[in-house]
């Protein structure tokens, strides 16, 4: 089967630096992807990784370690509206499956 | 570049009446998909779409789920009868293909909420 964890809900500081990990368990891992979900809204693209290492776009970074069914997403310079859950999801061959989110509150 | 539309956003309805939600994908995508996403936890897939081929539909609930996209484009998914169980945000998603890669993204409609009552 597919397992994925990730943190249900995480707090830090405008400006600060917040990492969000994700582990899985998958057979027929194709690749990782990130989400950005607001409340009320569709999650949008963030990044993809399918091989070792680290990925960095702007402000948001995402690091792969395949050996150890380990994710992050790096999140830099937080703004508030950076305040959202994060939906880390592994293709599984030819399926994508979500974990269920990590609930990001940014205070000022 | 247009994204994914959905339509209606919102829909409330008594229990055992039937819903229709529509989607049309980003032009050029051949894979849709349709998803289901309670509050508080990730979306799960319903169905899965390449062209007009159901490739997937493992997670349909069949009794009273049906989802058709006839010309490999627009699709849309109805529930007949609706169960309060049912309540919970329905996202439709495309992308350029499924089989690996970076084509894989898929890109979200704005989904429709579903009050079942």
């Known amino acids: 089967g597919q397992n994925i964890d990730q943190p249900t809900e995480m707090t830090a500081t405008e400006g600060a630096i917040v990492q969000i990990n994700c582990t899985y368990q998958?057979?027929?891992?194709?690749?990782l992807f990130w989400y950005q979900q607001h409340a009320g809204e569709a999650p949008t693209f963030l990044s993809y990784?399918?091989?070792?290492g680290l990925e960095e776009k702007g402000r948001f970074s995402s690091f792969l370690s395949r050996s150890k069914g380990y994710s992050y997403l790096l999140l830099k310079e937080l703004q508030m509206k950076d305040s959202a859950s994060y939906l880390c999801?592994?293709?599984?061959?030819?399926?994508?499956?979500f974990g269920t989110g990590t609930r990001l509150q940014v205070f000022p | 570049e247009a994204g994914v539309v959905q339509s209606p956003r919102y829909k409330i309805i008594e229990k055992k009446q039937p819903v229709a939600f529509w989607c049309n994908p980003i032009?050029?995508?051949?894979?849709l998909y349709w998803y289901l996403q309670n509050l508080g936890q990730g979306p799960e897939l319903l169905i899965r779409?390449?062209?007009?081929?159901?490739?997937?539909d493992s997670q349909l609930p069949k009794d009273r789920f049906s989802a058709e996209r006839l010309k490999g484009v627009d699709s849309t998914l109805k529930i007949q009868p609706a169960e309060l169980g049912d309540s919970a945000v329905y996202l439709c998603?495309?992308?350029?293909?499924?089989?690996?890669?970076?084509?894989?993204?898929?890109?979200f409609g704005p989904g429709t909420r579903l009050t079942v009552l």
């Open positions: 032009s050029g995508h051949n894979t």
């Open positions: 998958t057979s027929g891992f194709n690749g």
């Open positions: 998603a495309s992308s350029l293909r499924s089989s690996g890669g970076a084509a894989d993204t898929q890109y």
């Open positions: 779409y390449e062209n007009e081929e159901a490739v997937d």
């Open positions: 999801a592994v293709k599984h061959t030819d399926k994508l499956i």
């Open positions: 990784n399918v091989l070792d």
